[in-house]
């Protein structure tokens, strides 16, 4: 199986908390269902599993959900 293409999102500066992220990234639909797929373990970071919604990200971080990937990038 192929995995799937990794979606640059731009943001504008340092680092973004997670749970913002999947908002942005169109991987959660608003703050509750980021908190959901959170606590249901269905989000990696980088490969593993992240629960903490204010985890930061840094450029060049991977986030999967449900197969769909994407990473922040700077402006």
């Keep these: 199986m192929t ?5 640059d999102i731009p943001i504008a ?3 973004i908390r ?3 992220f999947l908002k ?3 991987l959660a639909e608003h703050g509750g269902h ?3 797929l ?3 373990g ?9 629960s903490r919604r204010g985890a930061q990200l840094r450029a060049g971080d991977v ?11 700077d402006a």
């Design 42 to 50: 269905e989000v990696l970071l980088n490969g593993r599993v992240e």
């Design 63 to 73: 986030v999967a959900v449900a197969g769909r990937r994407a990473r922040p990038v």
């Design 24 to 26: 942005l990234a169109g």
């Design 13 to 15: 500066e340092g680092p």
């Design 3 to 7: 995995p799937s293409p990794i979606h």
């Design 34 to 36: 980021a908190k959901a």
């Design 38 to 40: 959170l606590d249901a």
């Design 18 to 20: 997670l749970g913002q």
